[in-house]
């Protein structure tokens, strides 16, 4: 393995130095070409898909309740039947790449500004991963624009899958992180691999981070093992040795990510049987040949495919390299180990680190990973990541690796420092530059079309729409209801969910999201013994008072379940058509009921038995009201917010045990004849706890890259110069330096 260059002030001039910041203006104006489709910054065009606003809710949620509140509620109470407004699986509060653009610019135009610095971000990373492995120019910024241009990137966002797309970017960041730890360099990889891959837990999808792990692992097994020689008497004696040190800071990098992302992944794991399971598909199984040729396919018109389900296309589009490229690489591979008469000399182990992770995740994401199958059995929660082709956006990326080491020994063998100008039968001077010249030049040529194709299917699609505009008509109805009611709590139920963000802004609760992802499920009731929370499969009477018309339902559906339609809520958009079916007989939003009563029905509740509470005051995080108690009964008081761990409630300000009743927040008021106010807040003390251990961990990591540990005299005396890289040295204490090369000159045989 090639030992790490010092970071010394000579390093950080090559990176101001003109040529690398034209490579630089390169991969910029590539990242705005290839999402240029993206850039029409009309406030009224957000990204198309029909999951795209529900997962981009946070973007909206921050824009607007921070500048009208001064702060951000911890419960969105407007989707489904309340949710964690930070610390779900979808939030992406906490990253600052996908949040402050929307802050600042709107959550539409804020969403799009984040996919142009996204992919920006994702080339600067295939730049950084190239310069760590050494490569040239050529192969290192065919990796930079390859990453911009992966198929994985774009194909996720035509269905609105932005988080999908917002991790990859990380992704190059994450494993050159981890490759600078296994060649020896000290703080800012461990450091990079941290912030990176807590980014990937902070971008709205908790799918990538176990693979990752897996990836990281297969990677670092190839860099901390090697085959060591030693000379003795009898001869050459080699041995296997493990560099310890190396595989313990990857191990701390891993750590330290958790701990900086405690903020969310603390609640959520303690929350675990309390978010909906999706089971893996058994029919997500895929003709494994035929996924690995998709990586050099880049036609998107796939409606006959037979090699995975149909209607997934998008999920195993990988396209990283033209096929005709990929040959013409392999032919001029040839050409040199012929003029070498032996293997070139590639970087062996990244090499083969990166074709087992390509070959881990072909299997694994065409469903025939014998490996995955057997986690998804023994291992917790394992089950839950469904959809596997998602796994396919890493072996691209390294595809896109292997890729770019050979263009750089193609480069260096046949053109920088050229096999054949050792011949004697080419002699002449001219003939040889001139040879060199066209090698060059063919070879530039061949990749910059390669590259281009690639970044080119950043403005094809399927057929539908990159932006569109909000549903005119839904946004008309919910609007028209809010106009109706300007005071009540409304809820209205509907199984479409492309709209959310007019529910949130005219505070109407979004009733059902039929997505297969993520619901939340409440605590155990302990008030009674039936569910009060509707789903798309219960019991009529726990639907609410609206229910959406037009594609959602027809008119037998509504009858079935007890709605009829308003007549005064005309849809304009569809003649005939009503916005609204209305039932009578829903719960209030809040009330109370004699606790005996509710202990004499088990399946469903009657309306009659509750009494709906008037006086009270909602917010998103909390709510107070004003409840009658009796001196001869228990009173049970309830408000129709899930009873998700987090919730707390007093009376008269003083703290009471939170109950569950049918699943909604509520509270058993005191024996007496006199009125008391309740207040449910959500206040989730895992959050907290979370946070404070996410402050702490910045705070350490900051103090780590500024050397505190080395310039405070008593640390000095207690654990000696740099506390951290002593111990590390000490954990592989036989070491013999290897070879050091430039930034940029050709890699080292290993």
Same mark, same amino acid.
């Given at each position: ?9 000579? =390093? ?6 003109? %040529? ?10 590539? #990242? ?33 309740? *921070? ?22 699986? &979808? ?10 653009? $929307? ?26 991963? @190239? ?28 269905? #609105? ?38 980014? &990937? ?6 799918? /990538? ?10 990677? =670092? ?14 001869? &050459? ?38 978010? !909906? ?10 003709? %494994?040949? #035929? ?11 796939? $409606? ?25 690489? *392999? ?44 986690? /998804? ?5 394992? +089950?839950?990541?469904?959809?596997? $082709?998602?796994?396919?956006?890493? $072996? ?36 040889? &530059? ?34 569109? =505009? ?35 802004? +005219? ?10 992802? /993520? ?6 009731? =302990? ?33 079935? +379940? ?18 609204? /079916?209305?039932?009578? #007989? ?59 761990? @987090? ?14 009743? !049918? ?58 110069? !740099? ?20 930034? +940029? ?6």
């Amino acid at each position: 393995m090639v030992s790490a260059v010092p970071l010394t002030s000579i =390093t950080f001039r090559r990176l101001r130095s003109p %040529a690398t910041l034209l490579e630089f203006v390169i991969i910029i104006v590539v #990242g705005v070409f290839a999402t240029l489709p993206y850039a029409n910054f009309d406030p009224s065009l957000r990204l198309a898909g029909i999951e795209a606003e529900y997962l981009t809710r946070t973007s909206y949620s921050l824009a607007t309740l *921070l500048p009208e509140h001064g702060y951000i509620p911890l419960w969105q109470p407007y989707m489904e039947f309340g949710d964690p407004m930070l610390e779900n699986p &979808v939030s992406f509060a906490f990253n600052p790449i996908a949040t402050w653009p $929307s802050m600042v610019f709107g959550p539409y135009n804020g969403i799009k500004i984040t996919i142009i610095l996204s992919a920006i971000l994702a080339g600067f990373g295939g730049w950084a991963m @190239g310069r760590v492995l050494g490569l040239g120019m050529l192969a290192r910024m065919l990796l930079a624009v390859l990453c911009i241009g992966k198929g994985n990137m774009h194909a996720f966002l035509s269905q #609105g899958h932005f988080a999908l797309f917002l991790t990859q970017s990380y992704f190059p960041w994450i494993f050159m992180g981890v490759v600078a730890i296994l060649r020896g360099y000290k703080r800012w990889p461990l450091v990079l691999v941290v912030i990176s891959f807590a980014l &990937v837990f902070w971008s709205g999808i908790p799918w /990538y981070p176990p693979a990752l792990v897996l990836m990281i692992g297969i990677l =670092t097994l190839f860099g901390v093992i090697e085959l060591r020689s030693t000379l003795t008497e009898n001869g &050459v004696h080699r041995r296997l040795h493990i560099q310890w040190s190396r595989l313990f800071a990857v191990s701390v990098s891993l750590v330290v990510t958790l701990c900086l992302s405690a903020v969310t992944m603390l609640p959520l794991f303690s929350k675990r049987d309390n978010i !909906g399971a999706s089971l893996i598909q058994e029919d997500f199984r895929a003709n %494994a040949l #035929g996924i690995f040729g998709l990586l050099f396919n880049g036609i998107k018109d796939r $409606s006959e495919e037979i090699l995975y389900p149909r209607g997934y296309s998008y999920s195993y589009y990988s396209y990283v390299s033209p096929l005709w490229y990929v040959v013409f690489l *392999l032919l001029l591979l040839l050409a040199v180990v012929l003029l070498r008469r032996k293997l070139p000399a590639l970087q062996w182990r990244i090499l083969a680190a990166a074709s087992v992770i390509v070959v881990f995740c072909t299997l694994w994401g065409s469903g025939q990973n014998p490996i995955i199958e057997l986690f /998804y059995q023994i291992i917790p929660l394992a +089950n839950q990541f469904r959809h596997v $082709s998602r796994v396919l956006a890493v $072996s691209s990326f390294w595809m896109i690796v292997i890729i770019a080491l050979i263009v750089d020994v193609i480069w260096r063998d046949l053109v920088q420092i050229p096999l054949w100008a050792q011949k004697q039968w080419l002699d002449s001077r001219m003939a040889r &530059v001139a040879l060199r010249v066209s090698f060059g030049a063919l070879l530039l040529l061949a990749s910059v079309t390669a590259a281009f194709d690639v970044v080119r299917q950043w403005h094809l699609t399927w057929g539908e729409a990159i932006l569109e =505009t909000e549903e005119a008509w839904e946004d008309y109805c919910i609007t028209w209801l809010r106009d109706q009611y300007p005071e009540r709590p409304l809820s209205v139920w509907t199984l479409h969910y492309q709209t959310i963000n007019t529910y949130l802004r +005219n505070r109407v609760r979004h009733g059902w999201v039929s997505s297969d992802f /993520y619901h939340p499920r409440p605590i155990d009731s =302990t008030l009674f013994i039936g569910s009060l929370v509707p789903v798309s499969d219960g019991p009529p009477i726990t639907l609410p008072e609206f229910a959406m018309g037009i594609t959602h339902y027809d008119d037998a559906w509504a009858e079935r +379940n007890g709605y009829t339609i308003m007549p005064e809520s005309a849809n304009p958009y569809a003649e005939g058509q009503p916005c609204f /079916y209305r039932r009578e #007989g829903a719960y209030s939003y809040a009330w109370w009921a004699i606790r005996a009563d509710l202990d004499r029905y088990m399946d469903f509740l009657p309306v009659e038995v509750t009494h709906p509470i008037t006086q009270f005051r909602r917010d998103y995080d909390r709510i107070t009201l004003l409840a009658q108690a009796q001196p001869d009964a228990d009173v049970a008081v309830t408000v129709q917010e899930l009873a998700y761990p @987090g919730w707390s409630v007093s009376i008269d300000g003083v703290a009471a045990t939170l109950e569950s009743l !049918g699943g909604q927040v509520a509270v058993v008021l005191p024996r007496s004849d006199s009125q008391h106010v309740v207040a449910f807040q959500y206040l989730p003390r895992r959050f907290f706890t979370g946070a404070i251990i996410t402050l702490i961990t910045v705070a350490v990591l900051i103090l780590y890259l500024l050397r505190v540990d080395r310039r405070l005299p008593r640390l000095r005396l207690r654990f000696g110069s !740099g506390a951290l890289d002593g111990y590390l040295a000490r954990l592989d204490p036989v070491q013999t330096p290897d070879a050091v090369q430039p930034p +940029n000159a050709a890699p080292i045989e290993e």
